[in-house]
């Protein structure tokens, strides 16, 4: 956007009310869709010395007068970055509602919690992106300047059972944001209690902007997420989960799946009660089965994610756990949503579409038994909503043919991953394999 005369605009310094305009203005053709109010409307406020926009911090400073402002190039900046974001409709990431979770310690809470507060407002609502629509028609509704009720999908199951979904991009952004502010309170605090009592806890520096004005913006945290390195290796999730600051030392790190977002949750094996590594919430939501019931999952399409695309790095994620590692196998779940995603890919049918074939109806995969008895468990692998029949049995496989099948795959599409694993590549692993955590409600998607 070309330079121009904004109202409003002194010394570099915007007023709110041309803050908000201007941030419209600038991301109009972004793919993210953002929202009038950004710097007005809750849940921003200007007093507390910053606004969210995006992943970005922009700091607030009382001008003359005692009118709030804030830097114009701090918001150029944040809608320069918001403008870079690609984002893919289809690609979406279930954010609830799911069971209550018990709470985080106090001094953690960030004033964001964005999850918490969609679902807070459809829950008061009743539900449903229609009626979040006509809520005070003409009232500006963003979470860091981003208006999500353009872009929540809600999914109705069996006419009672409904669940909301927003693109995987928006939840990364969101996430990154929620962490910035985190990391900005933090840093605020610290300042606080070192600054002299003259000092402000939010002073802002004085910088230039690309065309040599004085602008203010902030003090804000400096130290990004450092990389994971095995760190939680061999611990148990029920002793580590339950010692103090666990959550703040998961924040330090970098997602250690796409290593770009901050970690947020710390990912565990539900079968054999070992630590992963901290992930961020995104791609714990990606990795989490479908589950229909206990034992019943949807392949939905981000495994093509999992096991083709992406094969490599959830592989070497999910093998953290030295017990699939030392099985050479992955948990029930993710292994028969392997064995109805690759092993049985030839056996589903399809149907014509213009120019090519595409697969047929939805793939599901049940199973009886448990891995803890492998010669009574039996995969079955189906497809709902098939023409030829409303569900129509592709295979049923052993689970030890599929833990076969696996192992062989394994080596060709991950031999590093293959080569790490094995029985005789760990030692002091227990005898006994421990029970099956049952999760299948969503309450992982939360730390505690």
């Known amino acids: ?36 109010g950004a710097f007005t409307c809750s849940p921003a ?29 701090e918001v150029r900046r944040a809608a320069a970055e918001l403008n870079a974001v690609r984002m893919d409709r289809q690609d979406l990431v279930r954010i609830g509602p799911f069971r209550e979770a018990p709470r985080q310690e106090c001094d953690e809470e960030t004033p964001l919690r964005w999850r918490r507060r969609i679902t807070g407002e459809l829950r008061e609502l009743g539900g449903g992106r229609e009626r979040a629509g006509r809520r005070e028609i003409g009232r500006p509704s963003h979470l860091a300047g981003i ?25 990364r952004l969101l996430d990154a944001a929620e962490h910035t ?19 402000p806890p939010f002073r802002p520096r004085e910088a230039r902007d690309a065309d040599g004005r004085q602008t203010t913006s902030p003090e804000g945290p400096t130290a990004s997420p450092r990389p994971y390195n095995a760190e939680l290796e061999g611990q148990l999730y029920s002793t580590l989960s339950r010692k103090p600051g666990t959550s703040r030392r998961v ?25 992963r590594a901290p992930v961020c919430q995104s791609c714990n939501t990606q990795e989490r089965p479908d589950h229909l019931y206990s034992n019943d ?34 948990p029930l779940p993710h292994l028969a949503a392997w064995t109805a995603h690759i092993a049985c890919r030839s056996l589903r049918p399809t149907h014509r579409a213009p120019g090519r074939r595409e697969p047929c109806g939805v793939l599901r995969v049940s199973w009886t038994g448990s891995q ?38 394994l080596a060709e599409t991950a031999p590093a991953v293959a080569a790490a694993a094995g029985p005789d ?17 969503g309450d992982g998607l939360a730390l505690f």
Do not use: K
């Open 297 to 330: 999952i949807r392949v939905a399409n981000r495994y093509t994610r999992l096991f083709d695309t992406g094969a490599d790095d959830w592989l070497r994620h999910w093998h953290r756990c030295p017990g699939c590692r030392a099985r050479t196998t992955l």
């Open 372 to 409: 803890n008895a492998p010669r009574s468990c039996m995969l079955t692998v189906a497809v709902d909503f098939c023409p030829s029949g409303e569900h129509r049995v592709l295979a049923r496989v052993p689970y030890r043919e599929a833990a076969e099948r696996f192992r062989l795959w």
């Open 147 to 171: 208006d999500w009720r353009q872009i929540l999908v809600e999914r109705t199951r069996d006419g009672t059972q409904r669940s909301w979904w927003l693109p995987r991009a928006v939840v």
């Open 1 to 36: 956007m070309s330079e121009r005369v904004m109202p409003g605009r002194a010394d570099g310094l915007l007023t709110l009310g041309a803050a908000d305009a201007l941030w419209v203005d600038l991301t109009a053709d972004s793919a993210v869709p953002t929202a009038f």
């Open 181 to 199: 502010e985190t990391q900005w309170v933090h840093a605020a605090r610290t300042r606080q209690a070192s600054a002299a009592a003259t000092e």
């Open 251 to 275: 924040a330090g790190w970098a997602c250690a799946v796409c290593r770009t977002t901050p970690a947020a949750v710390l990912d565990h094996c539900h079968e054999h009660g070992y630590v």
């Open 425 to 441: 590549r760990l030692d002091g692993l227990p005898a006994q394999v421990r029970p099956v955590i049952a999760d299948t409600s």
């Open 45 to 73: 406020h200007a007093r507390v010395g910053y606004v969210l926009l995006g992943g970005h911090v922009v700091a607030t400073v009382r001008a003359s007068g005692g009118q709030w402002s804030v830097p114009e190039a």
